[in-house]
């Protein structure tokens, strides 16, 4: 979390935001005491990004663009959502994609169409 890199892509908004640490199972926990859903991106998905509500509060579960998400997350999230590609490109780098989920999620919040 506190990785040199990870702090200057976050351009310091790390120490700005709640942050926890722990295992996958703890998280689902917490969430789920705290009625969050968890959102999680998945190549299988059938549910594309521009369909779902997005205006309260989520849990974006996010995998790496070679493992995806784990099983675990797969079987857990509320909602499998895939954002819609055009031609034969089925993916793309995580932080890219993880910049388009956050920025729909702020249009939706925003109330713009």
């Keep these: 979390l506190y990785n040199p890199n990870t702090i200057r892509a976050s351009l310091g908004a790390l120490f700005t935001l709640p942050v926890m640490l722990g ?3 703890e ?4 969430l789920k005491a705290h009625n969050i859903p968890v959102y999680a991106t998945w190549l299988e998905a059938g549910k594309s990004l521009y ?3 997005l205006s309260g ?3 974006l579960v996010m995998g790496a663009e070679a493992t995806g998400i784990s099983p675990f997350w797969v079987e857990k ?3 499998r959502i895939i954002i819609p590609m055009q031609g034969q490109v089925d993916s793309m780098n995580v932080s890219a994609s993880t910049a388009i ?3 729909e999620a702020v ?3 925003l109330g713009s169409s």
């Design 23 to 25: 295992s996958s199972e």
């Design 27 to 30: 998280a689902w926990t917490w």
């Design 51 to 53: 369909s779902c509500n």
């Design 57 to 59: 509060a989520i849990a």
């Design 77 to 79: 999230a509320e909602e």
């Design 101 to 103: 989920i956050l920025f």
């Design 107 to 109: 249009r939706q919040r």
